[in-house]
């Protein structure tokens, strides 16, 4: 949960202003020169776990010297002792220093970082990488800027093309089913659900889901459970990323189970606890298949026992 929590505050933090010589965004639009023969071997520290497991899923996950505290689920057994050098919102200078990396990746404005790693980047000729995450088309630019600093840029296409035919058989064949209504929420306290304009809304319409929570605006609003009854969602997901698997009667959904609503109703209440359920990586389409498999299934069931198919 706490990595999901930085995405989102990450996101929650809007402006996106950069200097053009020092940071460069994830299309790569004021980005240094692809690594080649001529240039240092990459050495990234990634204080972003999205972009930590997506270097690792392109193959690039021998160039890391150093991640964040929220990166071990994501890293494999041989990279599980990389230093850490902090998090989203701060970074140990002492740390950085001693890991002579060559690109420092970051997931803020630059207005928020501190003068002083500008200028310690500046001086010490390391590229802040700083990438964006809110929607599909961020997750494919992020891979394209990862691939260049890494030298892996051949590796990030494959695998972008590969998302991209997986996200399209997804959205294939739910395209003509009946597409319920449901809300996503990231947080339960305080209530934050998905709204429009995010990965997260683009995997439901995927998976052949409405996004109910659409009419409380983009990013990720606040919300009640009055309001959401209102919106009378025919189904509920929770994340919790790295949480106990959901069992009867779980406690996390609680609040939803008292409600009017169809979810409840039906009992079509779901805990999304997978480690990587809210990461905009390059495995994404995992992501979409469970939100499909979630409200499809019993549809599914149903017809192939109406059709008379085992």
């Not at 959205?171 to 429009?196: C, E, M, T």
């Not at 609003?221 to 189904?235: G, N, V, W, Y």
């Amino acid at each position: 949960m706490a990595s999901l929590l930085c995405i989102v505050l990450s996101a929650l933090a809007g402006c996106r202003n950069r200097t053009a010589a020092h940071v460069t965004d994830s299309r790569g639009q004021t980005g240094a020169p692809s690594h080649s023969a001529s240039m240092p071997a990459p050495r990234i520290v990634s204080t972003v776990p999205a972009a930590t497991a997506m270097l690792v899923q392109m193959g690039a996950g021998g160039d890391l010297v150093g991640v964040s505290r929220f990166d071990r689920p994501f890293l494999p057994p041989t990279l599980q002792n990389l230093p850490v050098v902090g998090d989203y919102f701060r970074v140990n200078v002492e740390t950085l220093l001693m890991l002579r990396p060559t690109a420092l990746v970051v997931q803020t404005s630059t207005k928020r970082l501190k003068p002083g790693l500008v200028r310690l980047a500046r001086r010490r000729h390391i590229a802040l990488v700083d990438v964006r995450l809110n929607t599909l088309a961020d997750v494919y630019s992020t891979a394209r800027r990862l691939g260049q600093i890494s030298g892996h840029v051949a590796a990030a296409e494959r695998k972008i093309e590969a998302l991209r035919a997986a996200l399209h058989a997804i959205a294939k064949k739910y395209a003509h089913w009946p597409q319920p209504a449901a809300v996503y929420f990231v947080s339960r306290q305080p209530l934050i659900a998905v709204g429009k304009n995010t990965f997260i809304a683009q995997e439901m319409q995927l998976a052949g889901i409405r996004n109910a929570a659409a009419v409380l605006g983009a990013g990720y609003p606040t919300t009640d459970l009055e309001t959401l009854e209102r919106l009378k969602p025919q189904a509920i997901f929770l994340a919790d990323p790295g949480g106990p698997r959901q069992r009867p009667r779980d406690p996390r959904l609680r609040f939803f189970r008292r409600m009017s609503s169809p979810a409840a109703r039906h009992h079509k209440l779901f805990v999304l606890t997978n480690a990587e359920t809210e990461m905009p990586t390059l495995d994404l389409a995992n992501n979409v298949a469970t939100l499909a498999q979630c409200v499809h299934v019993a549809r599914a069931m149903h017809r192939s026992t109406v059709a008379g198919r085992p």
